[in-house]
């Protein structure tokens, strides 16, 4: 069929399509479409890209298929083809089962210039991951969080346009880092209902980018992010030793922020102690304001387990609830975990909720909560003292035989007592590539099967690191 039949084929579609979604989602993801031909009962439409693609076959590939029959017939095949800027590849891979016939990639050459979607994608499609029951009402202020806090609140009145861009905030595990980042997210959103805000973990993220490397989506992915206005992402430190996840974020970091959109970035640590991150990202990091959260002082526990008393509709005495805010001092998920156990205990055993009750049950808690997170400094240091050299020695490219050991050993137990990739384990321990730290574990393992003194010597250290 010739391509004034196929646009008129393709007119009569759009104004049922029209009919059927809002005017800025049409404009959106169904004016960039170019219909393409029309043979054999196979009907293809050419689309800008593959995360375009996906998001048609997403949302619309029952509206289209719908409006396919109805207009050309019942038995017409919704097919694709893709606009890509890689002239490498003729075909496209993609996962899941396919909803469509097939999918055809092509280059630039041989279409027309098309609109990028990236640049206007719809609010009311666009999930921001936020989750809602994390608010400022709710994140209570303290000495602890009162910078972080007030940083927070006045980046959500105007984001992207105050000295906090970025805004890193570090400290230890259940500080409130990830409450504050939905918070300020669920605020600007509040305020700004038009605004693209994107909560992500670096877990996901560096998941996402490995996707886009597999399946040749790179430039889609990049053009997403990029497209976004306050960018949140958390737990960054899971980016170390992670190259090109790095060098991907530098550039969509530098593309929001010279355009004054807003990040927000959250760590377990300080910038400066972020070992396996390029200095131009550190660098980057420390442009905004950097804020640590410390543990909550007494008030804001108590302040904390009130309202989560309160929340829960529970009744616990005053001398009980002061009890534990004296004796679980470290973070609010041990707060709430108390008050869980609590009544627990009490329903299970038919106790009242007193102050004896409560002692035998933080008793309980506090040996969990008191057990160190092993982490690879941990490991290191251990494993130095344990073989008497100094923790700065594993940084340094000795080969002297007790160095090289107590190195290989810390590489070792930070595989087995840390979810860190065999890269970040390298990167913070002397620098070192995956193959190495392959290499160091197989090398432990063989030793402690025929070594009986050094499998002795691993086992006191494994138990000092469980202490």
């Given amino acids: ?81 893709i606009l890509a800027e890689n002239t490498t590849n003729t075909h496209i891979n993609y996962r899941g089962d396919t909803k469509s016939l097939s999918v055809d990639k092509i280059t630039p050459k041989q279409a027309n210039k098309i609109p990028n979607p990236f640049q206007k994608v719809v609010q009311v499609d666009f999930d921001s991951q936020l989750n809602p029951k994390y608010t400022f009402d709710n994140f209570f202020e303290g000495t602890s969080n009162k910078l972080a806090r007030t940083a927070g609140e006045t980046i959500a009145d105007n984001p ?13 595990s259940g500080v409130g880092k990830t409450h504050l980042c939905h918070a300020i997210g669920s605020k600007i959103l509040e305020k700004n209902p038009d605004k693209k805000v994107l909560y992500v973990s670096a877990h996901l993220f560096k998941v996402q980018y490995t996707d886009a490397t597999r399946f ?28 090109k996840t790095q060098n991907t974020f530098f550039h969509i970091f530098n593309h ?29 990091f420390r442009w905004g304001l950097t804020s640590k959260l410390e543990n909550p002082d007494y008030e804001l526990r108590l302040k904390i387990l009130e309202n989560k008393i309160l929340q829960d509709g529970l009744s616990i005495p005053k001398d009980v609830v002061e009890f534990i805010a004296e004796s679980v001092t470290e973070n609010v998920r041990d707060l709430e975990g108390i008050i869980v156990s609590l009544m627990a205990y009490s329903v299970i055993y038919n106790k009242e909720v007193d102050l004896a009750l409560a002692k035998r049950v933080i008793g309980q808690a506090i040996r969990k909560i008191e057990k160190k997170k092993i982490t690879i400094d ?12 100094k923790t700065e020695l594993l940084q340094t490219a000795s080969r002297k035989r007790e160095i090289v050991q107590a190195r290989q050993v810390a590489m070792y137990l930070s595989k087995l007592y840390t979810e860190m990739s065999l890269a970040q384990i390298g990167t913070i321990i ?22 009986k003194a050094f499998r002795e010597d691993i086992e006191e250290i494994e138990k000092k690191l469980k202490r």
């Fill in 216 to 243: 040749n989506t790179v430039n889609d992915f990049i053009n997403f992010y990029q497209g976004i206005d306050i960018l949140i992402i958390d737990d960054i430190q899971e980016l170390v030793g992670l190259e």
């Fill in 378 to 389: 941990s490991i290191s240091e251990i494993v130095c003292k344990h073989f008497n050299i």
């Fill in 160 to 172: 992207g346009r105050t000295a906090f861009n970025p805004l890193f905030v570090h400290g230890t």
């Fill in 1 to 81: 069929m010739n391509c004034h039949n196929v646009a008129k084929l393709w007119n009569k579609c759009l104004n049922v399509i029209k009919d059927n979604v809002s005017e800025i989602t049409f404009n959106t993801w169904f004016s960039p479409i170019i219909p393409y031909s029309y043979e054999n009962n196979i009907f293809t439409i050419q689309v800008p890209s593959q995360f375009f693609y996906e998001y048609l076959e997403d949302k619309f590939v029952d509206l289209l298929r719908m409006t396919l029959h109805r207009e050309i017939g019942s038995d017409t095949i919704l097919n694709y083809r």
């Fill in 430 to 451: 002397g620098k070192k590539n995956h193959a190495t730290v392959l290499h160091a574990c197989k090398t432990v393992k063989d030793q402690i099967e025929v070594d």
């Fill in 256 to 284: 929001l922020h010279q355009n004054n959109k807003q990040l927000v970035l959250t760590s377990d640590k300080a910038p400066s102690e972020l070992q396996g991150v390029e200095e131009r990202l550190l660098t980057r």
